[in-house]
């Protein structure tokens, strides 16, 4: 079996190959290739990726290639994980909301817009080319904003592309750690949009353990709910997305970006700057420590300014070789590579699981329309991908959603027409922007800071 990753010259990649080695047997995996447009980023990123397979006894081979036809010709399983625009682009975007003085975050609100704008027509050209050279394999997008991304391929008629998220299962992955059990054994119910989700129950053998686990300041206090606090997270009764932080503390998160001396974006720009100089003419086993310590350095500093706590803040904004990430390694493959991974299995080998990912929402959720991309809990098996029922839920969540899913619609729109005035009317319907004149504002210094990427709009 055949597995592209593209995007490959990604940070992220190597990460991306220790998860594939847990799943190489399974999946019969011979090839992983790597595709990048960058060819330093790939020069960098591909030896640590083939040094990574040759340690675990090489049982499949990694190539790199800047072709995408060549990645992607045969492959089972393909996983995009793009940035046009790279760092800086990121930086652009959060610096230009945080400006006029509205959330600076790269996937939530005006700044997921405009990554969209870069990543969309991108991943348009990579799904026309998979149908064609890959017919049979299925997609699993992580690139941001990984649902307006997922809304966009699918109007644009592309259905075998999956948006995925890690944050979308770690409801799952803290209550299986906390109380030492297998993650598969927990079974969890996800409803939303993706980073715009609650988790409603967690199921062991039947028995619903989320709420006693919410009464327990420990556990609150153990895992991302924190940055919530106890009162909030007890009145609401579920378990949330950490990027509703976002929503629920809009102006705390905006000053306290704002009070940063850098944003996360420049942080992750200065980061990767000196990650790619450092393993210039290393040799792999070298490359791989100096890897590994950035690694720790990038997650321990996740969401910091979302911590309540001041010295816990301080802390994680400025970490060290010992500051632990707000996400614990979780059981067995983590992150989007686990995601990828385990529905990949599933789907092509016929392994029962269930999951969050961010597909149609059929009947799944009760006044969201069908072919509407939501963040949901779903079966997998090698029948294909089936949400479960949800059913109604609660108003507050609800009426949120309905709100950010008229942007998300009204975004791809705008995307793929390129249309000016709907572009100001996503970004006036989101909640975190709200108004046209802003909108407007807004929009018009994205299309200048990105007209290389976008090119002109109507």
């Not at 090839?31 to 980023?41: G, I, K, N, P, Q």
């Not at 500093?301 to 979302?306: E, F, G, K, L, Q």
């Not at 067995?332 to 990949?344: K, P, S, T």
């Not at 599933?346 to 149609?360: E, F």
């Amino acid at each position: 079996m055949k597995l592209a990753l593209i995007g490959g010259g990604s940070v992220r990649a190597p990460e991306f190959v220790r998860g594939a080695l847990a799943f190489a047997r399974d999946l019969d995996l011979q090839e992983l290739w790597l595709m990048d447009v960058d060819a330093a980023r790939l020069e960098r990123m591909a030896p640590l990726c083939a040094e990574i397979a040759r340690e675990a006894g090489a049982p499949f081979r990694v190539l790199h290639t800047q072709d995408l036809d060549e990645a992607l010709r045969d492959a089972a399983i393909i996983v995009t994980t793009i940035r046009v625009g790279v760092e800086r682009g990121r930086v652009l975007d959060e610096r230009i909301a945080l400006r006029r003085g509205v959330l600076g975050q790269e996937t939530t609100g005006p700044g997921g817009f405009a990554m969209a704008m870069r990543n969309v027509p991108e991943l348009l050209k990579v799904a026309a080319r998979a149908e064609v050279l890959a017919p049979r394999a299925w997609t699993f997008n992580f690139t941001n904003p990984a649902g307006l991304v997922a809304e966009a391929l699918h109007r644009a008629g592309f259905r075998r592309v999956v948006g995925i998220c890690d944050s979308a299962n770690i409801a799952q992955h803290e209550i299986a750690r906390w109380l030492g059990q297998p993650v598969d054994s927990v079974k969890t119910e996800v409803f939303g949009l993706n980073h715009l989700s609650w988790t409603r129950r967690a199921l062991i053998e039947g028995r619903d353990v989320l709420p006693r686990l919410l009464a327990d300041d420990a556990f609150i206090d153990d895992t991302h709910l924190r940055f919530f606090g106890p009162e909030l997270v007890r009145r609401i009764g579920m378990f949330l997305n950490e990027y509703l932080f976002y929503y629920y503390f809009r102006d705390v998160a905006v000053e306290r970006i704002q009070a940063e001396e850098l944003t996360r974006g420049e942080e992750i720009e200065v980061l990767n700057r000196d990650l790619f100089a450092a393993l210039a003419g290393k040799p792999p086993a070298e490359a791989l420590r100096l890897y590994d310590a950035y690694n720790h350095r990038r997650s321990a500093s996740y969401m910091a300014y979302a911590e309540t706590d001041e010295a816990l803040r301080e802390a994680r904004s400025h970490p060290s070789e010992t500051t632990e990430s707000v996400h614990r390694q979780q059981e067995n493959v983590g992150g989007y590579a686990g995601v990828a991974l385990r529905a990949g299995l599933a789907l092509t080998q016929d392994r029962p699981l269930r999951i969050g990912l961010n597909v149609p929402n059929g009947t799944a959720i009760d006044g969201i329309d069908p072919e509407d991309i939501v963040e949901v809990t779903c079966e997998v098996d090698g029948r294909g991908i089936r949400p479960i029922r949800i059913g109604a839920v609660p108003e507050g969540p609800y009426l949120l959603m309905r709100t950010v899913k008229q942007y998300e619609r009204l975004g791809v729109e705008a995307i793929l027409a390129r249309d000016r005035a709907l572009a100001v009317d996503a970004l006036a319907a989101h909640p975190l922007v709200g108004s046209v004149a802003l909108a407007r504002a807004l929009f018009d210094d994205y299309l200048e800071a990105h007209r290389d990427s976008v090119g002109e709009w109507a």
